[in-house]
Every structure is written in C-alpha cells, then in structure tokens.
Antibody, heavy 118, light 107 residues
Framework: QVQLQESGPGLVKPSETLSLTCTVS????????WSWIRQPPGKGLEWIGY???????NYNPSLKSRVTISVDTSKNQFSLKLSSVTAADTAVYYC????????????WGKGTTVTVSS | DIQMTQSPSSLSASVGDRVTITCRAS??????LAWFQQKPGKAPKSLIY???SLQSGVPSKFSGSGSGTDFTLTISSLQPEDFATYYC?????????FGQGTKVEIK
C-alpha cells in the first residue's frame, strides 16, 4: 500500500512562505490525485487542495490566493507552498492520496507541525 | 461551501455499547461522504467511503449509512481502541469540507 511522508521546516516567520513536501512510497505518483489538509491546534480539519499527477489542481477558495501545489513525478513527490503566512496558519499539515475510483482521501501521511512565529 | 454538521459533538459511552454518530450536509451530496477516525497526536484514518463502503482492513463493527443530506456512522460494540474523534467529510463538491468532529469518550 502507498505510504506518504511529509517534510519541511517546523518554524516559519510571519509573512514568509511555508513550503512542505510529501514523498510517496510503495506506489507511483503518476496516478490519481494527491491532497493537502491541515488541522490547527485543538481544531478540526480543513482541506487545502489537491493536484492530479498531470499537474491540474483544485484549491480551497479560502486559501486559493496564497496556495500552490505542485508535483515532481521524477522524485515521486508533491509539494505545498503557502505564502504570506500568519499565526492562523499554524497547524499540523497532512498529505493524503485520493483513491482513483471512489475519489476519497484513503491514505494519509503522519503529518508535520508547522508553527508560524517570529 | 457545503456545511457538514455532526451530532453530538461529544459522547460518553461504555465498552460494549452501540454508538451512532450523525452527520448532516447543508445540501444534498448524494453518497459522496467519508468517515475518519482520529486518535490524539495521530493522523486521521479512513473508515468508510461512499457513505457505506468499508475501507479495506477496517473491522466490520463500523458501518455507515445515508444518502442526500443525512448520514450515520455506527460502531456496533465499542472497544477501548475505538475511543477517538470521528469526522465526516463530503467530496461531492468543492471545496471538500469536514464536520466539526465527534469525540467519543469512556464513561
């Protein structure tokens, strides 16, 4: 089964860009969709967006102006960039695979905590 | 955006109890609904998709039902490992949205 692992800085300064990478193992990224989700401390889950391996994307309108999701098929990775971050972007960030037939988020990474602070 | 409302927000139950959690969508979502289980400090785990289909490897004590706007997740006999927070999520339309979660605690 596919496994996912998030990586990236755990601390980002306000107004800077948060950058995370999700590495896919046990399967090829050149299939289906790949998603990012976040969870602020003590709060619920928020879908950020997804990318198809071909590069087409769909973003949550609440974040669309600041989000870029990209894919690197040669490295079996996809990435998240969130610009102009504030303390409100402090959260655990998860990557997930989207099942190609049933179209739901079936496998999740363990998550990585990102704190926005100076 | 489609709003997903879960009830109750929390519940206390005993080992062996049958537990039902409800999720209501603000508009019809057909059967494009998933349920996730999340334990403290862990990532969400997929339980149910398409409202009633069991994710591979998930025990059959979990079941889902519903279509349109009203959905339920049932745990037939609660075990110690089932104490967690449960989330519903719609994937009928963008942006995909989650319920606020239901925390299942030990009575």
């Amino acid at each position: 089964q596919v496994q996912l692992q998030e990586s990236g800085p755990g601390l980002v300064k306000p107004s800077e860009t948060l950058s995370l990478t999700c590495t896919v193992s046990g399967g090829s990224i050149s299939s289906y969709y790949w998603s990012w989700i976040r969870q602020p401390p003590g709060k619920g889950l928020e879908w950020i967006g997804y990318i198809y391996y071909s590069g087409s994307t769909n973003y949550n309108p609440s974040l669309k102006s600041r989000v870029t999701i990209s894919v690197d098929t040669s490295k079996n990775q996809f990435s998240l960039k969130l610009s102009s971050v504030t303390a409100a972007d402090t959260a655990v960030y998860y990557c997930a695979s989207v099942d190609g037939r049933a179209y739901y988020m079936d496998v999740w990474g363990k998550g990585t905590t990102v704190t926005v602070s100076s | 955006d489609i709003q997903m409302t879960q009830s109750p927000s929390s519940l206390s139950a005993s080992v062996g109890d049958r537990v039902t959690i409800t999720c209501r969508a603000s508009q019809g979502i057909s059967n494009y609904l998933a349920w996730f289980q999340q334990k403290p400090g862990k990532a969400p785990k997929s339980l149910i998709y398409a409202a009633s289909s069991l994710q591979s490897g998930v025990p059959s004590k979990f079941s889902g039902s519903g279509s349109g706007t009203d959905f339920t997740l049932t745990i037939s006999s609660l075990q110690p490992e089932d104490f967690a927070t449960y989330y519903c999520q719609q994937y009928n339309s963008y942006p995909w949205t989650f319920g606020q979660g239901t925390k299942v605690e030990i009575k």
